[in-house]
């Protein structure tokens, strides 16, 4: 469990701290990372915003957005609630937490940006834990600006 | 502690998914439920927005939402900050912790719905937690929309 | 790592419940407390919002803030997301998390005031964890009101 809290500790600052090669590194190579709105997964509806099927799209996500797109420049700051933790067998626990997303502009003003829950697969592996699947369900729907970096 | 970590989980998660009736399962059958805005606390008007004695008045409120009101129709989020833990007795704890609440329409807007603390008093029985008091104090006093649900 | 939590908790607590002074004696004598902007750390710039080099001058801080200034009157709320911990030795860390600020004016009203990075240096000294050093990064820079209260 005490591990378990430092990994979300990770996942949110690495974030938050631009260091977003270090954040996919908290990934296993067959690791999926999908975003999806809270009324679409209700509905049903096979959209997500983000979709990755692997380590490698997760990291081309990441490498087009360092050297091809131009975004709209802001800090994220995530902050993360107690995990709830059901272990799927002695190295697989899903982990499930509330997030708060927020965005500050180039200005120095802060908005909310997202609220809505993260669903982990977290294995353990030669003790260290890494995130074998991720669906973030975001309550906030009407992103206002480009999703560009990950929730 | 980790423990009392997984029951503050538990409590919000369930919350936000509309699982109100295993909420209510986490307190005790003499449980008070009460919620407060911090103004009236102050002034020690004996005002409360929700207050519950029992857990039969518990249950019926979440009966009377589910099968009686119309109501704003929205999904709640509550991120809740680190626990302060004092000890009552060898199976007893004053918890508290701060939340935020935040509101998403069906338009999938989000907003802030409500900062405080909750105040618990946390019991342990058959090595389970339990819920024995919780005064939910909240900040915020202009809430913009009927407060149907529990905070 | 649980006791760490536990100053965590203390920290927004102490803060929010004006119990200034109380937060003031979680820091050691030696102890530097600053925030700064991000905007400005980043660019290298030796601007600070709050600096204070010593547990004096935090105090004079507060003293200052009770008895001589007239403020906007407030209520603040913490939300502190889990922590990222480093031991730099047997009895120290570095501590980093983040955090959102709320505050909640006097007709009740809640906003968001700053999101940002706690960084501390936190030592064991006969088993009591103090703070020796916390830089607060706000990632927020236009703060609507005057700083009165420290982050």
Known sequence: MININSLLAQYGLLLDE????????????????????????????????????NKNMIRDRIHSYRHVNEHNLHWDRH??????????????????????????????RSILFSVGMYDFKIIEKNNILKINYLEVVSDTASFETLLATPI
Request: charged residues 25%.
């Open 18 to 53: 631009d260091r977003l090669e270090e954040w996919v590194d908290l990934f296993t190579e067959d690791s999926q990372y999908k975003v999806v709105t809270r009324e679409n997964k209700k509905m049903n509806l096979p959209v997500a915003v983000i979709w990755c099927d």
């Open 79 to 108: 902050v993360i609630g107690p995990p709830r933790i059901n272990p799927i067998s002695s190295s697989e626990w899903q982990v499930q937490a509330s997030y708060s997303l927020f965005q500050t502009n180039l200005e120095g």
